[in-house]
């Protein structure tokens, strides 16, 4: 449940109202605002007397919360959420663009594609160094490798970084070289590496699972807000249906979904969920019009000789003159990039 404070309510009523639930022994969530302060519990509700609440100093009414993510939920946090990565932050009403290879392959490889998407107006420089792939046999990656070159790649350029984990080590490698960690589609589900990536101390993106509801992603963020970490960015990479002629169907309703249920920064991934160059544009641009909060592109130097997702990856020119046609885009929602 959340308690709605009063406007202006004094804090030594809020400090009240938190004793009373703390010394019940069930959590405080706080969100203050300019002039409503909302209190979320957390634990088991049946130890409190709403009849008591209620008549505390200042407590306007009473709010059940049906839904059983609560530190995600918007009606804990009325406040859409800024998330800070490294030189840049997602959320705001600004634009974040994520851009570079799918996997990291080289040194050079990685440098040259990071001039050019920053360049290009991309703000985060995304590279796979852990690839978890449909085929054993397909390349996995260049590990803590490919990492360092991550690390390399933001001293020259400025540019913050991003990186896929798949397991505990590989989150104790990322937090020494990058700004923030990626939980990818096939482990949505994997509470024990959610825990594990909320503990970390890094921003975290989580991406959407391939069959997951809105509500079975929302408890995936849950249990990486539950360890203490609030910096936690969703992002839409397509969902499995019975349509083929795109490698996944990406979802854009899911966007202004999520902004009636969460205060969470979201972010669309048109690579992934298309699996072709040719249509990554066109759903960037609509990304946009829906009011995400940013995009991940993937973009290589050499797309027909890639290590990984070849396909879907726009060469330097196309991105650049993607990100030129998105300006428009931005304006129309009031976004600045």
Known sequence: MIIVMKPQASDQSIHAVTKYIEDNGLQVHLSQGEEVTIIGI?????????ENLIIFKDVDRIVPVTE?????????????????VGNTSIGSGNLTIMAGPCAVETEEQLMC????VKA??????????????????????????????????KAETGLSTICEVVSLDAIEAAVKYVDM??????????????KEAGQSGLPVLLKRGLCAT??????????????????VVLCERGIRTFETSTRNTLDLSVVPVLRTKTHLPVIVDP???TGSYRYVAPMA?????????????????DPAHALSDGPQSLTFEKFKKLTDELRPFCQLVKRSF
């Open 42 to 50: 957390v634990g088991d509700k049946s130890r409190l007397s709403t």
């Open 68 to 84: 059983s993510y609560k530190l995600a939920n918007r009606k804990f946090h009325p406040e859409a959420t800024t998330v800070k």
């Open 113 to 116: 594609i990071a001039r050019a």
């Open 120 to 153: 290009a107006g991309a703000t985060i420089l995304r590279g796979g160094a852990y690839k978890p792939r449909t085929s054993p046999y397909s390349f996995q990656g260049l590990e803590e490798e490919g990492l360092r070159y991550m690390q390399k790649a």
């Open 181 to 194: 960690i990626q939980i990818g589609a096939r482990n949505m589900q994997n509470f024990i590496l959610l």
């Open 214 to 231: 809105v509500d079975e992603w929302l408890n995936a963020a849950e249990y990486i807000i539950a360890e203490g970490n609030p910096n």
């Open 271 to 273: 690579s992934h969920s």
């Open 285 to 301: 641009k609509a990304a946009v019009a829906c009011d995400a909060d940013g995009l991940m592109i993937e973009v290589h130097n």
